[in-house]
Each structure stands twice: as C-alpha cells, then as structure tokens.
C-alpha cells in the first residue's frame, strides 16, 4: 500500500443544516400512512463499533440491491470523518467498484505488476500489496476483474479462510475495511463473512422478492457464524432506493424483525447516482446534498459512534 497523498481529493464532512433524516428506535407501523414518516431505526439493542481495526461484508445475494453503492458511499462517510478506509472489490463482475473508482497506481509500477484480489486468493501477493489509493484521501482498494471468478470454480487452497487471515495478520493502518460482495451466496461471499466482524444487508425498498432473499442469506448466515465466524453479526439492513410507498413501509417492518438488533437504513433514491457513475466520482462528490449520500453519511456515524482520527 503505497501512498500518492499529493494527487487525492480531500473528503470533506456535510454540512450539519442538510435534510438528514430523523433517528428512532422502531419502525412505525401503528401510524396512519399519511402520518407516517420513515426514520433511521437504531434499536435500544443496537451497539456501535467502537473498536477498531474493523471488517464489515456488504452482503445479500440478489443482484441490484445497491451492494456497490453501499459501500463506495460508506467507505466515503468514513474517510471524511479521518478514518483510512480500505475497499475490497470481491464481485468478479464487470460493472463493480473496480469500474466505478478511480486508482492512483505508482507512477514507477509497472502495469504488469499491478495486483488485485484474484492474486491474494492464489498466494501471488499479500492483501497489503493489492491494496492502492484512489483519487479520494484515506480511501484504498483491492481491485478485482472478471479473472475474480475463478475462486468460484478452483476453489484455491484455504480460500474460505483467506481474507481473514491476510486482514487479521497483516499489519497495516486501515481503520475500517469495507468487503462488497457479489450477487451470489457462493465462495467469494463466504469468504468475506468468515472475515467481517459486521455484515451489511442492502435490501431494495420496492421489491418484495428481497424479503425472501433475505431469508436465504439469514440461513447462510447462521451456518458461517456456527461453523466458521462466532463474532459475525449483522449490524444494519440498508432499504436502498426508497420511497415512501406502503410497499416499502411493510419490507422496513419486515426487516426490523428479521433483524432486530440491527440498523434500519432507508436509502432514499437519487436520479443522479448514474450520472455520477459516468463520470467515475462517488456520489458524495458529484451530489454532496443528494438525500441518498445524507443517509449513507448518518449510517456511518452510527455504526461507527464517536469512533474517529
């Protein structure tokens, strides 16, 4: 991991008078609809991390759920609040974050020496040595391509235990390492489970199928955390591009109860999301008032309480 601090943008806090959305303790569902209004649901239960380094996998095993997203935006909330944030692209598809942020390599290395997380999985490099700046300070990654998908099928040697043992033994100074999983519950996924101390579930608001995908991965779940991982727990559901909508205000209930010691997150749309993928910026930086980057930004403050450089 070596470090180009001249040529990054600074990540800079939100203003506090943005239209951040309220903090509760229970998803309303007594209220009538027109006098509902959906909150950040922290429950009494619900303890920060206060302890780091930290490890959290974004998982869910349905694709377009904002896995992606939710990790470009939380790795950004993080780093503004001074944290060295490290990205693991472990999605071997090729609209993943690898294609969305920008790495800073060395000037001095060659491309045929760049690394990505295929070569940690096959012992070609350590975690450290795959690990680059982006164009955003404290903001890291481990690249990955679609070469990624040949952990699925080759199972190299220990690659259910790699990512835990490269971040739990190596010695680095990233605070928070973020792991966005691919839209499979297969060995990449597991992978990143048996690593993380913190899961988190991205969950599409309008789509009443997610519930039952959220079935599937709380039984994935329980068998990592019996088997492999007795300190994974999930610490929030993200409802991604919400809107109020009854739909919506039904899988929130679901959610809560799936997962009751957890976050509650809506993720309220964005229409430009997209644009800021075309212009290969996190949204953070292209629209720092959008609602979507004010959720994101107060999630991380409650996931990680008080918790900063």
Same mark, same amino acid.
């Given at each position: 991991?070596?470090?180009?601090?001249?040529? /990054?943008?600074?990540?800079s806090?939100?203003s506090? %008078?943005?239209?951040?959305?309220d903090i509760?303790?229970?998803w309303?569902?007594?209220?009538?609809?027109?006098?509902?209004?959906?909150?950040?649901?922290?429950?009494?239960?619900?303890?920060?991390?206060?302890?780091?380094?930290?490890?959290?996998?974004?998982?869910?095993?349905?694709g377009g759920?904002?896995?992606?997203?939710?990790?470009?935006?939380?790795?950004?909330?993080?780093?503004?609040?001074?944290?060295?944030?490290?990205?693991?692209?472990?999605?071997?598809?090729v +609209?993943?974050?690898?294609?969305?942020?920008?790495?800073?390599?060395?000037?001095d290395?060659? !491309?045929?020496?760049?690394?990505?997380?295929?070569?940690?999985? $096959?012992?070609?490099?350590?975690?450290?040595?795959? @690990?680059?700046?982006?164009?955003?300070?404290?903001?890291?990654? *481990?690249?990955? $391509?679609? %070469?990624?998908?040949?952990?699925?099928? =080759?199972?190299?040697?220990?690659?259910?235990t790699?990512?835990?043992?490269?971040?739990?033994?190596? =010695?680095?100074? *990233?605070?928070?390492?973020?792991?966005?999983?691919?839209?499979?519950?297969?060995?990449?996924? *597991?992978?990143?489970?048996?690593?993380?101390r913190?899961?988190?579930?991205?969950?599409?608001?309008?789509?009443?199928? %997610?519930?039952?995908?959220?079935? +599937?991965?709380?039984? /994935?779940?329980? /068998?990592?955390?019996?088997?492999?991982?007795?300190?994974?727990?999930?610490?929030?559901?993200?409802? /991604?591009? $919400?809107?109020?909508?009854?739909l919506?205000?039904?899988?929130?209930?679901?959610?809560a109860?799936?997962?009751?010691?957890?976050?509650?997150?809506?993720?309220? !749309?964005?229409? =430009?999301?997209?644009n800021?993928?075309?212009?290969?910026?996190?949204?953070?930086?292209?629209?720092?008032?959008? !609602? @979507?980057?004010?959720?994101? %930004?107060?999630?991380?403050?409650?996931?990680?309480?008080?918790?900063?450089?």
């Amino acid at each position: 991991m070596r470090e180009t601090q001249a040529q /990054t943008v600074q990540v800079s806090p939100l203003s506090d %008078d943005l239209a951040f959305l309220d903090i509760v303790t229970d998803w309303d569902i007594t209220s009538g609809y027109h006098q509902w209004k959906a909150g950040i649901v922290v429950p009494e239960t619900f303890r920060p991390t206060v302890d780091l380094p930290r490890v959290m996998a974004i998982a869910n095993q349905k694709g377009g759920v904002g896995k992606t997203l939710t990790t470009f935006e939380l790795g950004m909330a993080l780093a503004a609040r001074g944290l060295r944030v490290r990205l693991i692209d472990a999605d071997p598809q090729v +609209a993943s974050l690898t294609s969305w942020l920008k790495i800073l390599y060395p000037a001095d290395l060659p !491309t045929d020496q760049r690394r990505s997380l295929t070569d940690v999985y $096959f012992d070609r490099c350590t975690l450290r040595e795959a @690990t680059y700046q982006t164009i955003y300070e404290n903001l890291y990654l *481990v690249p990955s $391509f679609p %070469d990624l998908a040949t952990v699925e099928t =080759e199972h190299p040697t220990g690659y259910e235990t790699c990512l835990r043992f490269h971040l739990w033994e190596e =010695e680095d100074d *990233v605070d928070v390492t973020l792991i966005d999983s691919g839209p499979s519950l297969g060995s990449l996924t *597991v992978s990143a489970l048996v690593a993380a101390r913190d899961v988190l579930v991205p969950v599409q608001a309008a789509s009443g199928l %997610d519930i039952e995908g959220a079935a +599937a991965l709380h039984q /994935t779940l329980r /068998t990592v955390t019996t088997r492999m991982n007795r300190d994974l727990r999930v610490a929030a559901v993200f409802l /991604t591009d $919400f809107t109020r909508s009854k739909l919506a205000r039904t899988i929130g209930s679901e959610m809560a109860k799936a997962f009751p010691d957890a976050l509650v997150v809506p993720v309220r !749309t964005c229409v =430009e999301i997209g644009n800021a993928q075309l212009s290969k910026q996190a949204l953070r930086a292209h629209t720092p008032e959008a !609602t @979507t980057t004010l959720d994101y %930004d107060r999630a991380a403050g409650v996931l990680l309480k008080g918790v900063a450089r």
